[in-house]
Nanobody
Framework: QVQLVESGGGLVQAGGSLRLSCAAS????????LAWFRQGPGKEREFVAG????????CYVDPVKGRSTISRDNGKNTVILQMNGLKSEDTAVYYC????????????????WGQGTQVTVSS
């Protein structure tokens, strides 16, 4: 069992940066792959970035590639999404997820979800 709690969202101007954190509880955290998804207004939940349980291998969707970094600290049970050069289209609720399928880009198939944190980018 893994419980996930996101934080770090907020209101930021276009071009700015945010650091989203996801704190996990559960002894098996390090055995799960992790991901960040987001859901914009009126949109479906979409994959943003993923990280292997090894903490080394990562994947990103094209719209965020090059301006986002996902990382994890298995000792602290946290996963981080650093986002730079924010755009209005990044406005969404951001969710972290844990599961056994690395870089799986649909919500179905992820085992655990956080409650989400709102990111609003003003232009």
């Amino acid at each position: 069992q893994v419980q996930l709690v996101e934080s770090g969202g907020g209101l930021v101007q276009a071009g700015g940066s945010l650091r989203l954190s996801c704190a996990a509880s559960g002894r098996t955290f390090s055995s799960y792959h992790l991901a960040w998804f987001r859901q914009g207004p009126g949109k479906e939940r979409e994959f943003v970035a993923g990280i292997h349980w090894n903490g080394i291998t990562t994947c990103y969707v094209d719209p965020v590639k090059g301006r986002s970094t996902i990382s994890r600290d298995n000792g602290k049970n946290t996963v981080i999404l650093q986002m730079n050069g924010l755009k209005s289209e990044d406005t969404a609720v951001y969710y972290c997820a844990a599961g056994k399928l690395y870089c799986h880009q649909t919500p179905k198939g992820w085992d655990y979800w956080g409650q989400g944190t709102q990111v609003t980018v003003s232009s």
